[in-house]
């Protein structure tokens, strides 16, 4: 049986679709997030030729907030429930702890993952991630070694040519530290030295089983999930970007755990990592809690686990396999995850590729935007698209070329189990 005609057997059809997003470790907050998706939306209609409407940003908690999405093409239609975790209030407070409690903490961090061996298991994973995972402690070495030579240099010209004695001259120099260390801050903050210098303490904390800032959150998000699952929903899928792949793959192992039937009666539950930093976290010898959650994942045979990864982007985990990578041997028990490696270069016009290649997070957020053509990873198409997500991982490559012009899927389906129900009932 060829590719096309295996697609014709075994499309589903979604007609309405709840999604929980968990950001990464991005203090911006859900406006910025809605912000970045009405954009990417707008290019979306364009190069799928549907029709959809974007609904308006909905701050339900300080825990969630939500916007709908409808969509369809002449011969369907999609409802999207996009529910964002909200994390920004917890990162926002992290982030905003005195510099001298975060300082002294990264400096460990650096010093353990070194010690322990964590760095080295970073580079041979992934050497591009493990040269970014070194570059912003270095970055901050030399934050601190910046403000210490200017202080040195103001003593030392203090005492040999101000004529002032020694201990006026020291403290002229821790001043002069002090204000230098200051006034580098905003150039610190716009080069993320301090955020991704404060994440990685906290993940060091989450992966080892320490209570953590996070707990909370994912508690509150897996009984939603739960919940969600008990409602007329075609699938549910579960996203996580950068950080957010550790945080989403325990609110999934946690609602396994709330409820163990989640995913083999009801909707099919699909969890998405998206230039996960998630290996990062495991490979440390300590993390057993982060090791057990990925263990719970890969064996689950009622759940769907895909790993999306690029090439192109450094802070992500390329050719890696998030299971037997960090040490797990789970033989024939093993159902997860499926990896899904993208180019960044199929989705975007030469033009606007070239533009972007130099800037880092830009393209780590590509996960999360519309491409500017047709591509096999459209992350509009994923949640708001007429197919299931499980399909289109593991089919993307053909599916492509199941949509006309104006957005006509061609390829037969068979309708989703909830639209099925109904039309019997009906």
């Known amino acids: 049986m060829t590719c096309g005609e295996r697609l014709n057997v075994e499309m589903m059809m979604i007609r309405r679709r709840h999604v929980f997003y968990v950001e990464g470790y991005d ?30 940003l909905t701050l339900d908690s300080d825990a969630v ?127 993320h030295v301090i955020q991704i210098n404060n994440c990685w303490p906290h993940q060091r904390e989450f992966g ?39 945080t989403s793959t325990a609110v999934t192992a946690r609602a396994l755990e709330l409820d163990p039937e989640l995913g083999r009666r009801g909707p099919k539950v699909v969890l998405m990592t998206l230039g996960s930093v998630m290996p990062g976290v495991a490979l440390h010898p300590s993390a057993a809690r982060m090791r057990a959650i990925i263990r719970r994942l890969a064996v689950e045979p009622s759940l769907l686990w895909i790993d999306c990864q690029s090439r192109k982007d450094v802070m992500n985990f390329w050719e890696f396999d998030p299971a037997e990578g960090v040490g ?22 030469p033009e606007y590729y070239r533009s972007l ?9 590509q996960f999360l935007k519309a491409s500017d053509r047709r591509a096999p990873f459209d992350y509009l198409m994923l949640v708001a698209g007429p197919l299931a997500v499980a399909d289109w991982a593991r089919d993307h490559a053909a599916l492509v070329g199941q949509f006309a012009e104006d957005g006509t899927f061609t390829g037969e389906s068979r309708a989703g189990a909830t639209a099925a129900q109904n039309a019997a009932q009906n």
């Open 65 to 191: 907030a939500h916007w709908d999405i409808a969509t369809s093409g002449p011969n369907w239609q999609v409802e999207t429930h996009y529910e964002f975790v909200r994390l920004e209030h917890i990162l926002a407070a992290n982030i905003g702890q005195p510099l001298w409690w975060q300082l002294p903490r990264a400096l460990i961090w650096a010093a353990d993952d070194l010690i322990s061996g964590t760095t080295a298991r970073v580079l041979r994973a992934s050497w591009r991630f493990g040269l970014h995972f070194i570059y912003f402690q270095v970055l901050l070495l030399l934050w601190l070694a910046s403000a210490g030579a200017a202080g040195w240099i103001a003593a030392y010209a203090a005492g040999r040519f101000g004529g002032l004695s020694p201990p006026w001259a020291i403290a002229l120099g821790i001043a002069a530290a002090i204000a230098s260390f200051l006034a580098l801050r905003p150039l610190a903050d716009r080069m």
């Open 208 to 246: 080892r089983g320490a209570p953590s800032a996070f707990d909370a959150p994912i508690e509150a998000c897996a009984a939603r999930l739960v919940a969600a699952a008990r409602t007329q929903v075609d699938e549910i899928v579960v996203v996580g970007h950068s950080q957010g792949g550790v």
């Open 328 to 349: 797990l041997a789970l033989g024939a028990q093993r159902r997860n995850p499926l990896i899904w490696q993208l180019r960044f270069k199929d989705m975007l016009s």
């Open 357 to 365: 290649r130099l800037d880092l997070f830009r393209l780590h957020f």
């Open 27 to 56: 203090p911006l907050g859900v406006d910025v997030y809605y912000d970045m998706f009405r954009r990417s939306w707008q290019r979306f209609r364009g190069v799928w030729g549907c029709q959809s409407t974007l609904g308006e």
